[in-house]
């Protein structure tokens, strides 16, 4: 019994949930050819883009969203998306990510809004924040969830 107890739990460590992109479609040729740049030509007849995705443990991130994202084991980083695509098997979200200027309580937080697009796994997305609304240039006020308060840098 021992035996099979350690294998069940050895297998759930092994199971790891995926972000899952919510009712994609053939991107528009203004996007396949942005894919493309990123991505090489595979993207060119494998890839397709979302506006939503189902992060795990969590809720929809759509575009527009200031989302929280992994940017190491121990560094979560805040930003912009701008979208979700799929090239392959592998899901891929497009952030920009906000400079940090002041941390005025444990809970809340303030990013220079920029708008500097790069790409991370879509896997690596971790919530949507509750945010001020800003534009490039301005600084937004985000409010940390709980979970994620300690592995916020600069």
Not at 22 to 27: C, I, L, T, V, W
Request: with cysteine.
């Amino acid at each position: 019994m021992e035996d099979l107890t350690v294998q069940h739990l050895w297998e759930m460590a092994q199971y790891a949930p995926k972000t899952s992109l919510k009712a994609p479609k053939k991107p528009s040729v203004r996007m396949r050819a942005a894919l493309v740049e990123i991505f090489g030509d595979a993207a060119s007849w494998t890839s397709m883009e979302t506006s939503m995705a189902a992060v795990v443990r969590s809720r929809i991130v759509q575009s527009g969203d200031a989302a929280l994202y992994r940017v190491s084991p121990t560094e979560v980083a805040v930003g912009r998306v701008w979208f979700h695509a799929r090239v392959g098997e592998l899901a891929y979200t497009c952030v920009s990510r906000w400079g940090f200027v002041a941390r005025p309580s444990n809970k809340l937080v303030r990013y220079a809004v920029r708008d500097l697009p790069f790409v991370v796994s879509s896997d690596d997305l971790l919530e949507s924040a509750v945010h001020t609304t800003a534009s490039a240039g301005d600084v937004s006020q985000v409010i940390v969830p709980v979970l994620h308060r300690a592995h916020i840098f600069a």
